[in-house]
């Protein structure tokens, strides 16, 4: 029997158009715009000005605590501006304007095709500075600094390192095709990982709906006599690290805990081939593939994309905007944002970009709660989602704490499968908010 998590979970369409398209690349834009706010934790801090000469892997922000992460020029030219410019929330924040004048990398990336699979020189805390360095964050989408989360607590051990290799969203398949062209460097990164937090095993866990990458994962982790492979059932959201954990360990992560408390440690299938490029290829995170797909696309496929790069490049790129466009998602449907403009940049946590035709972009009309209780079963965290709703609704923000709204992962279930079409998780998100607006201020 493939493993799972046991309690709730959906099971959308799947809808994975791109699957089995190789990666591209495409042109460089003119302009590119970088955000020195990729991640979770503090912005970088710029230290290029308008008019300075750039190379690609060109270190332009650097972090500005232990929460943060070095933000990289993707391009080779000339700063023409640092300025506010609209991100994919739809907020203005800091980006590096950029001029792009050819493709001249900085001289110490290596760029040939050799695989170096040597790392028995290398210590942990070698390794950990480099990734920090590189400015590597989590490639799932959370983008929490890569160098922190390997950052082990006195007194806690990790005996399994698990990489999320699952890509349960509906329409992404960044991951699925990254696995199928570069299955032994993203082995490798796994075994870097390894070295830093001192895990006994490796554990990656991939959805049955992706025999092909199995079946290449399994074949080229053969050499290596602690990293295991694992069909999971498909089941969304199996990704999740709390779901990954009890399908692979059997083991629960407390409420309000983190998985080093089940002695765990979960990395992404993507960031764990950024690890291999930036220790054993000296390439910092400035690129990353891309999903850019949807049922009206022409051409859907995974790209191959240098952060900054506007969304719209993209989207040409696979045939153009569709005309029964309705909404651009960034992400996958159940987790991602639409957005309001293609105008706005790839970022380090951009996984994919889908195209959803008007006629499904249309939210349905809500209507009273009917108490079936569909929205508890499908909760993955054993949440009550109708009820965290109503207490969003009256401002009941310290009942919601109580509730464990914060467990919370967003993941969409609940509004999924609701017959009255209520937008659940707004109402959850807008109560997460305020709870985390209130608990900031407490700590003031």
Same mark, same amino acid.
């Given at each position: 029997?493939?493993?799972?998590? $046991?309690?709730?979970?959906?099971?959308?369409?799947?809808?994975?158009?791109?699957?089995?398209?190789?990666?591209?690349?495409?042109?460089?834009?003119?302009?590119?715009?970088?955000?020195?706010?990729?991640?979770?934790?503090? %912005?970088?801090?710029?230290?290029?000005? /308008?008019?300075?000469?750039?190379?690609?892997?060109?270190?332009?922000?650097?972090?500005?605590?232990?929460?943060?992460?070095?933000?990289?020029?993707?391009?080779?030219?000339?700063?023409? !501006?640092?300025?506010?410019?609209?991100?994919?929330?739809?907020?203005?924040?800091?980006?590096?304007?950029?001029?792009?004048?050819?493709?001249?990398?900085?001289?110490?990336?290596?760029?040939?095709?050799?695989?170096?699979? /040597?790392?028995?020189?290398?210590?942990?805390?070698?390794?950990?500075? !480099?990734?920090?360095?590189?400015?590597?964050?989590?490639? =799932?989408?959370?983008?929490?600094?890569?160098?922190?989360?390997?950052?082990?607590?006195?007194?806690?051990?990790?005996?399994?390192?698990?990489?999320?290799?699952?890509?349960?969203?509906?329409?992404?398949?960044?991951?699925?095709?990254?696995?199928?062209?570069?299955?032994?460097?993203?082995?490798? =990164?796994?075994?870097?990982?390894?070295?830093?937090?001192?895990?006994?095993?490796?554990?990656?866990?991939?959805?049955?709906?992706?025999?092909?990458?199995?079946?290449?994962?399994?074949?080229?982790?053969?050499?290596?006599?602690?990293?295991?492979?694992?069909?999971?059932?498909? #089941?969304? %959201?199996?990704?999740?690290?709390?779901?990954?954990? #009890?399908?692979?360990?059997?083991?629960?992560?407390?409420?309000?805990?983190? %998985?080093?408390?089940?002695?765990?440690?979960?990395?992404?299938? =993507?960031?764990?081939?950024?690890?291999?490029?930036?220790?054993?290829?000296?390439?910092?995170?400035?690129?990353?593939?891309?999903?850019?797909?949807?049922?009206?696309?022409?051409?859907?496929?995974?790209?191959?994309?240098?952060? =900054?790069?506007?969304?719209?490049?993209?989207?040409?790129?696979?045939?153009?905007?569709?005309?029964?466009?309705?909404?651009?998602?960034?992400?996958?449907?159940?987790?991602?944002?639409?957005?309001?403009?293609?105008?706005?940049?790839?970022?380090?946590?951009?996984?994919?970009?889908?195209?959803?035709?008007? #006629?499904?972009?249309?939210?349905?009309?809500?209507?009273?709660?009917?108490?079936?209780?569909?929205?508890?079963?499908?909760?993955?965290?054993?949440?009550?989602?109708?009820?965290?709703?109503?207490?969003?609704?009256?401002?009941?923000?310290?009942?919601?704490? #109580?509730?464990?709204?914060?467990?919370?992962?967003?993941?969409?279930?609940?509004?999924?499968?609701?017959?009255?079409?209520? $937008?659940?998780?707004?109402?959850?998100?807008?109560?997460?908010?305020?709870?985390?607006?209130?608990?900031?201020?407490?700590?003031?």
């Amino acid at each position: 029997m493939l493993k799972t998590f $046991p309690k709730g979970g959906v099971h959308p369409n799947e809808n994975k158009f791109s699957t089995g398209k190789p990666i591209e690349r495409i042109d460089l834009p003119k302009q590119v715009y970088i955000p020195v706010a990729q991640h979770i934790g503090a %912005p970088a801090e710029p230290i290029v000005v /308008k008019g300075d000469m750039v190379k690609t892997g060109q270190l332009i922000a650097k972090s500005s605590g232990f929460v943060s992460a070095n933000i990289h020029s993707s391009v080779s030219g000339k700063v023409v !501006k640092i300025d506010k410019v609209s991100d994919s929330t739809g907020y203005k924040q800091t980006c590096i304007i950029i001029d792009v004048e050819g493709d001249e990398w900085i001289e110490t990336i290596d760029r040939s095709e050799t695989i170096n699979d /040597k790392i028995d020189n290398l210590t942990g805390e070698q390794i950990r500075n !480099k990734i920090a360095e590189s400015g590597i964050v989590g490639s =799932g989408g959370a983008t929490f600094p890569t160098h922190v989360k390997l950052s082990i607590p006195l007194g806690k051990t990790c005996e399994y390192l698990i990489i999320n290799a699952v890509e349960c969203e509906p329409y992404l398949t960044s991951d699925h095709q990254l696995m199928l062209e570069k299955a032994e460097e993203i082995l490798i =990164g796994c075994k870097l990982a390894q070295k830093v937090v001192g895990a006994k095993k490796i554990l990656i866990g991939i959805e049955n709906n992706k025999p092909d990458a199995i079946s290449n994962m399994k074949t080229m982790a053969q050499k290596y006599k602690d990293i295991e492979v694992h069909a999971l059932k498909v #089941k969304y %959201p199996q990704g999740a690290e709390k779901q990954l954990i #009890k399908a692979l360990t059997n083991r629960e992560v407390p409420s309000g805990k983190l %998985p080093i408390e089940v002695n765990c440690v979960v990395q992404n299938i =993507g960031t764990t081939f950024a690890i291999y490029e930036a220790i054993q290829k000296n390439k910092p995170l400035f690129e990353r593939v891309v999903s850019v797909t949807g049922k009206s696309i022409s051409r859907p496929t995974n790209i191959m994309a240098r952060i =900054g790069t506007p969304i719209n490049m993209l989207i040409e790129a696979v045939g153009g905007l569709p005309q029964d466009t309705g909404k651009i998602i960034n992400g996958g449907p159940m987790m991602g944002k639409a957005l309001n403009t293609v105008e706005v940049p790839v970022t380090k946590g951009t996984s994919g970009i889908v195209i959803i035709p008007e #006629k499904y972009s249309t939210r349905p009309k809500s209507y009273n709660c009917i108490r079936c209780a569909r929205c508890i079963s499908v909760c993955p965290m054993g949440l009550e989602p109708y009820l965290l709703k109503n207490m969003s609704i009256v401002k009941m923000y310290e009942e919601m704490h #109580k509730e464990r709204a914060l467990d919370c992962m967003e993941c969409g279930s609940c509004s999924y499968t609701c017959p009255a079409s209520i $937008p659940l998780l707004d109402y959850i998100r807008l109560g997460k908010a305020n709870i985390n607006k209130i608990l900031r201020s407490q700590k003031s």
